[in-house]
């Protein structure tokens, strides 16, 4: 099974051209239940629907929440399938195996205010304040995720036209960039990155102070230290900036579609999610408007 695993992952890889991170998900979720079969004798080339529901059982025991679950489903399944094109296996036992329905979550989202003062926390007197004020209002400018943004190389910006290009995997998006997050770009493009970068062959764009690339733990710090300076009480992840774009743009009137575009969703049923956010910015509207509200 080992074998089958690592020729799946390397399939996957070159095929789908995910992330790094979407194959480690995939390969913890396989090589669990590759885990599971060994303890329990099962050879992964007999497994039953009935062996299939007991394992989703057991992930359910232990305490794996309903997306865990459902996510293990999609993986397993993508691995079966794998495995019947290439005649490994006669019949996928995932087959009529139905993913728990996952309730979708309010996002959390900053309010106006709240965002205005995070983005006032960074001072631009020094290199670090100067990079952290261009990273916290690129990150809300664009909305786009920690793993996008650390991966951006500088000839990914184009301040000119105030557009930053971002390609995850063969897709490829362009997002515009407002006048406030340009003009911090701009300061830390000039004044700040030439210093903190030590070899002018490093692309990335936002570095840290070793001038290398900086990593998502980095991104994370950098927001929770001015969540603190700022003393929200709210949880802030570099996730709710993006969420907060996304419900900020859709209350100011931008429609769902363009909004979808700029996240990179595939699906708008993913977009979709912000739309409660819209339906109470609209009921406290008409509270205030209507005679008879």
Not at 12 to 20: A, F, P, Q, T
Not at 247 to 270: R, V, W, Y
Request: proline letters at 3%; aromatic letters at 8%.
């Amino acid at each position: 099974m080992e074998k089958q695993i690592s020729n799946f992952l390397e399939f996957i890889k070159e095929d789908k051209k995910l992330s790094e991170n979407t194959l480690q998900s995939y390969r913890r979720d396989i090589v669990q239940f590759e885990d599971y079969l060994e303890e329990n004798k099962v050879n992964y080339q007999k497994v039953t629907e009935e062996d299939m529901k007991q394992y989703f059982s057991h992930l359910q025991q232990i305490g794996k929440k309903t997306s865990t679950i459902s996510r293990n489903i999609a993986s397993i399944r993508s691995f079966y399938q794998f495995l019947v094109r290439n005649k490994k296996v006669k019949k996928d036992p995932t087959d009529k195996i139905q993913s728990p329905k996952v309730e979708k979550k309010a996002p959390s989202v900053l309010t106006s205010s709240e965002i205005e003062l995070l983005l006032e926390q960074p001072k631009n007197i020094d290199l670090k304040g100067i990079r952290d004020k261009a990273m916290l209002e690129f990150a809300y400018a664009t909305g786009m995720r920690v793993t996008e943004i650390i991966s951006l190389n500088i000839e990914d910006v184009n301040l000119k036209d105030g557009l930053v290009s971002c390609k995850t995997g063969s897709k490829q998006r362009n997002i515009p960039l407002g006048s406030l997050s340009l003009k911090a770009l701009a300061d830390y493009i000039e004044n700040s990155r030439p210093i903190l970068i030590k070899d002018e062959k490093v692309t990335a764009l936002f570095v840290n102070t070793n001038g290398k690339r900086l990593t998502r733990q980095g991104f994370w710090k950098i927001v929770k230290y001015y969540k603190e300076q700022a003393h929200i009480t709210k949880e802030i992840t570099p996730h709710v900036l993006r969420h907060s774009f996304a419900t900020h743009l859709l209350q100011n009137g931008a429609d769902l579609k363009s909004i979808q575009t700029m996240l990179g969703h595939s699906d708008i049923s993913s977009t979709q999610v912000y739309m409660q956010f819209q339906d109470e910015s609209i009921k406290n509207i008409y509270k205030h408007a209507h005679p008879r509200a």
